[in-house]
């Protein structure tokens, strides 16, 4: 799926991806040119046939991880079915605040683990020290975890 | 007037979704992890009940006896039953999977047999259930199934094996999926009981694999001596041309097995 912008004749680029609410995503475009910006927005069976694809709309910014799919979309998962890689958890890795740790509590226990990896993954690659719920914030929006 | 519109092609800046790329990798990533894996053999049936899942543990189990190096896929996403078969939860199949950077690792089950299985991972007694507007589910239930297959294959540490045993639900759909996933469709195994009624299910499903591309192996005749009364394993290898490789009576010994993992070579 390209956009093209008519008046200009160039190909519009990929600008962000939002889950506004409803079950839609918005995935805005600009032109390059004009600086025109357009949104493509589907509605929640077409958001749910890109999320059953495994594809990121804007491209992937984490590498894959595993059972990915399994982890994100079950909803009957068990709240001990995996356990994560101690190793990448310990040494220098970044703090938790309270208030982070709470939030990450509240994320479902079949993909905690995995979600509690990209975020550590996140901070140490912007060097950032301590994980607070801005942080996830920004990770969210960045990596497109809206759906975890 | 017409307005001049340039085709996808001919837009070539950098596309940043790259969803065809995406998928490339998806399907790397899978042929990657079954680069290390020298047989996959998809068990199938078009019929449910004939005993898919026991063949496939019990070979599994003598095939690891004979030290190959074995795993099983459960495919079964609605209905998996191979951790009890394989007694998995004895070797630490209950436990969580352990999950690292690339790959999850596979439980352990009887005789050395690795598996993977929606067993494992839901909770008890509950079904697959996935996130989704509930209206219509079945639109995007197929792809999110396909989605989870797909993951078992190229997220599983499978390491190094002989065989890679793919325990097929009833029908064809799981079928076409693994063949389409993998670099090369699959050998199948047939699995059927002696009834016509069987034969008609297995010979329409036996079809469906063959046009995919299948190699058929063979068939087992499982509940021989039964109740069950009919040459449906004679009828199909006749028909398609290919061997029975084990009648399975209603109690096997290790040796049916033994014999039957002795045909796969």
């Given at each position: 799926m390209k956009f093209l912008c008519i008046n200009c004749d160039r190909q519009m680029v990929f600008e962000e991806r939002q889950?506004?609410?409803?079950?839609t995503l918005a995935a805005a475009f600009r032109c390059p040119e004009c600086g025109r910006c357009v949104a493509i927005l589907t509605n929640p069976m077409e958001t749910q046939l890109v999320a059953s694809l495994g594809v990121k709309i804007g491209g992937r910014t984490v590498p894959a991880q595993p059972m990915e799919t399994v982890r994100g979309m079950v909803?009957?998962?068990?709240?001990?079915a995996f356990v994560e890689d101690g190793k990448r958890e310990t040494g220098n890795g970044p703090m938790w605040t309270a208030e982070a740790q709470e939030r990450l509590a509240r994320v479902p226990g079949f993909v905690r683990g995995m979600v509690k990896r990209i975020y550590g993954d996140y901070a140490r690659d912007h060097g950032i020290a301590e994980i607070t719920p801005t942080v996830m914030d920004a990770a969210r929006s960045e990596l497109g975890l809206e759906g975890m | 007037m017409a307005l001049n519109i340039r085709t996808y092609r001919d837009l070539?800046?950098?596309?940043?979704?790259?969803l065809v790329e995406q998928i490339g990798a998806q399907r790397r990533r899978v042929a990657d992890r079954m680069a290390a894996v020298r047989h996959v053999v998809a068990v199938l049936s078009?019929?449910?009940?004939?005993?898919k899942s026991y063949v496939t543990a019990h070979l599994a189990r003598a095939l690891g006896r004979s030290g190959r190096g074995v795993g099983v896929l459960d495919?079964?996403?609605?209905?998996?039953?191979i951790p009890r078969l394989l007694d998995a939860p004895a070797g630490g199949g209950e436990g969580p999977r352990p999950a690292h950077a690339d790959a999850v690792e596979a439980a352990a089950g009887a005789d050395g047999v690795k598996c993977i299985s929606m067993a494992l991972l839901l909770?008890?007694?509950?079904?697959l259930a996935f996130r989704?507007?509930?209206?219509?589910?079945f639109v995007w239930r197929g792809a999110l199934e396909a989605a989870v297959l797909r993951e078992f294959l190229a997220d599983v540490?499978?390491?190094?094996?002989?065989f890679l045993l793919v325990d097929l639900p009833p029908g064809v759909q799981r079928f076409a999926e693994l063949a389409e996933l993998l670099p090369a469709p699959p050998a199948a195994l047939i699995v059927t009981i002696p009834t016509p009624e069987s034969a008609d299910a297995v010979r329409r499903a036996l079809r469906a694999a063959l046009e995919r591309g299948a190699t058929a192996l063979g068939v087992v005749e499982n509940?021989?001596?039964?109740?069950f009364a009919g040459s449906a394993a004679d009828d199909l290898a006749a028909e398609f041309g290919i061997p029975v490789l084990a009648r399975i009576p209603w109690h096997p010994t290790p040796d049916t097995w033994a014999g039957l993992a002795g045909r796969l070579g």
């Open positions: 889950l506004p609410g409803d079950g909803v009957t998962g068990k709240d001990n | 070539t800046e950098p596309d940043r979704s790259a078009g019929k449910g009940g004939v005993g495919a079964d996403l609605n209905g998996p039953t909770r008890d007694g509950m079904p989704g507007p509930d209206s219509e589910s540490a499978w390491g190094a094996l002989d509940m021989v001596g039964g109740p």
